[in-house]
């Protein structure tokens, strides 16, 4: 009897590089009963358009066309809970994973009883012919941070960032649910979620050149990455979001600071009076970086975008007033340690401005 095999396909303006993809996979026929489900992130190229006309001519492919929802992980997760597959498979849609990989990887999780499988560009036996050296080194240390951070069990792993894996939905299945949507890697999250309890191992991957298109890999990818790393290390006790919205504050900090003092020594303004420009201009730069990278899944763009600028502000005026009220105050009784007394102000305000601004400005 023939293994019920899902595989996932995530895509995001793929159309060259996924047709031949898909001619390939409907080859494992042969061995499985199979269904490709390919995810697609509201492509711009025609991705979707050109796989639901083959979907059409062949029912083994299913289109799920997502609006209003982006990222990677997130669309892995919902092609994972819309498979009927025993055996899911997961794969990048570039072409720089072999199908080949998937069958060898199929038959270790049966053969060795697993509960996942993956594919590693770093085995002694991998090859990686589309990765630039800069990216390898990165990669590299992505992977040590990742294996300080999971479980020792998962220790013997090499590739935490893969993106080519197989696995036993019945054991998986549960910590799928779970995932983040908003985490760096599918495989990684979901090391992290499991906490040890999932058996695996690795095959050796020659990770190809892409062949259409160009990479993914942005400032908010190595954001996320900083992020899932701390969320983890963390125990997962505080929640992603707070924790980027906290990073970003952080650069606000330094906004405020060298805004202050610029005015100070530049322009001979008085602390007082600098202060509160300082903390406006602060708050926009926090609003800026936090709709590119805290709430990019529901980033506002053009007039959306100044909208929200003029919400975030009125959200964040009570806490601007008490900031540089507390600060003040600070100033003149506690200590005329200016950077204790904007420091003082800041941290009193943080979890107002995290609560109210998610709601009310990116309605998360």
């Known amino acids: 009897m023939k293994i019920n095999l899902s595989v996932i396909l995530p895509t995001f303006n793929e159309r060259n590089n996924i047709l031949p993809l898909l001619d390939e996979l409907l080859k494992l026929s042969d061995s499985y009963e199979i269904e490709l489900i390919v995810v697609d992130d509201c492509s711009t190229d025609g991705t979707s358009s050109t796989v639901r006309e083959i979907a059409k001519q062949d029912r083994r492919i299913r289109l799920i066309n997502r609006l209003g929802r982006a990222g990677l992980s997130s669309a892995i997760k919902e092609g994972c809970l819309c498979a009927s597959g025993e055996v899911l498979a997961i794969m990048d849609t570039d072409g720089q994973h072999e199908v080949s990989s998937i069958s060898y990887g199929i038959k270790k999780l049966i053969e060795d009883k697993l509960d996942f499988v993956t594919g590693s560009r770093f085995l002694e036996k991998s090859a990686i012919k589309g990765l630039s050296d800069a990216r390898k ?94 969320h983890t290390i963390l125990q997962r006790s505080i929640p992603r979001k707070a924790i980027s919205f906290g990073f970003v504050g952080a650069t606000g900090i330094f906004v405020q600071l060298f805004v202050i003092y610029f005015l100070i020594w530049f322009f001979g303004i008085n602390f007082e009076k600098a202060l509160p420009f300082a903390v406006i201009i602060a708050a926009s730069s926090n609003y800026l970086v936090n709709n590119t990278l805290t709430f990019r899944s529901k980033r506002l763009r053009n007039k ?61």
Request: hydrophobic fraction near 50%; charged fraction near 15%; aromatic fraction near 14%.
């Open 137 to 230: 080194g990165g990669s590299n240390i992505a992977n040590s941070l990742a294996r300080f951070s999971l479980p020792k069990r998962y220790s013997h792993l090499t590739d935490f960032m893969s993106g080519c894996m197989i696995l036993d939905r019945g054991t998986c299945i549960s910590f799928i649910e779970k995932i983040d949507v908003n985490g760096f890697k599918f495989f990684y999250e979901l090391l992290a979620i499991s906490k040890g309890k999932l058996k695996g191992k690795e095959i050796e991957l020659i990770f190809q050149q892409r062949q259409y298109g160009s990479s993914k890999l942005d400032i908010a990818i190595v954001w996320d990455f900083v992020v899932s790393l701390v």
């Open 304 to 364: 959306a975008l100044i909208i929200g600028l003029f919400k975030f502000l009125m959200v964040s005026s009570l806490p601007i007033i008490a900031n540089v009220g507390l600060a003040t105050s600070f100033f003149n009784y506690i200590s005329p340690n200016t950077l204790l007394s904007q420091l003082a102000g800041i941290i009193v305000v943080f979890i107002w401005n995290y609560a109210a601004s998610s709601k009310l400005v990116w309605n998360s």
